[in-house]
């Protein structure tokens, strides 16, 4: 009898050494919830995510954690605990200058840190930046009447392009500003050329809207220039 009860002791002492070995299981889920916009563009009021912006996540060493392309990013995400950068880009980062027959389209790019938590929803909300600027042209009222043909330039590190009114043209602001020269042949079909001129204040996600009036600069064919700097919005109509 007295070995058949120190068999049960030692069966009782292992099971028990055993279940403290296990792990005790955490509970509940880490739960990243976004909202994802670019600044200066209208979205749709009931949806989180700007359908333009793709995602990545990345772990505290960096390495990909998760990603998702632009259009198919959940609002809703089941993470591990610990530390991630959110990423939130438009897909143009390589090729955005190439767009639009060489005048390029606006470029997006943001990202902030979550702290992901057990049993705990994080919140998102990130304003994605612009990362370029924008150039554009506007004239002054009867201008193609006196000036049947135009051409205005616009020159920025080892990129060159042309915009014509109401077009837009787009640079990095690290290449330090851009030039300028609008070239006009009259009716009488003499041609002037204003200066060309640097401008090097620029700042991403600014829309530089060259502005020309008539003035009294006979080198520049009476025309004169108003610079104006604003925030980029890009045109895009809001679903009721």
């Known amino acids: 009898m007295k070995r058949t009860l120190l068999y ?18 955490e509970q509940g889920n880490c739960y990243l919830e976004l909202n994802l916009s670019r600044v200066g563009v209208a979205k749709r009021q009931t949806r989180a995510i700007d359908n333009d912006l793709a995602l990545k996540i990345l772990d505290n060493k960096g390495e990909i954690y998760v990603q998702y392309r632009a259009g198919n990013v959940p609002n809703k995400l089941v993470l591990s605990p ?9 897909e143009n980062q390589d090729d955005w200058t190439k767009a639009n027959d060489g005048r390029g389209e606006a470029s997006y790019y943001g990202s902030c840190q979550v702290e992901m938590a057990f049993d705990q929803t994080t919140y ?12 554009s042209l506007a004239l002054p009222e009867y201008f193609h009447d006196f000036f049947p043909s135009y051409t205005f330039s616009l020159n920025s590190g080892e990129r060159h392009t042309k915009v014509k009114e109401g077009e837009k043209a787009y640079f990095d602001a690290e ?3 851009f030039t300028y020269q609008l070239t ?8 002037h050329h204003t200066t060309p001129i640097t401008y090097k204040k620029v700042e991403s996600g600014k829309l530089y809207q060259m502005t020309y009036y008539y003035g009294t600069d006979d080198n520049s064919g009476g025309l004169d220039i108003e610079i104006t700097d604003n925030t980029e919005k890009e045109d ?5």
């Open 82 to 90: 610990g530390i991630f950068t959110v990423i939130a880009y438009t």
């Open 175 to 177: 290449e330090g500003g």
């Open 8 to 25: 049960i002791q030692l069966i009782l002492l292992a099971l028990t050494s055993c279940q403290s070995e296990l792990p005790v299981p």
């Open 236 to 240: 895009q109509k809001v679903p009721l």
């Open 184 to 191: 006009a042949t009259n009716t009488d079909q003499i041609t």
């Open 124 to 135: 998102a909300n990130l304003q994605v930046p612009m990362t370029n600027y924008a150039v």
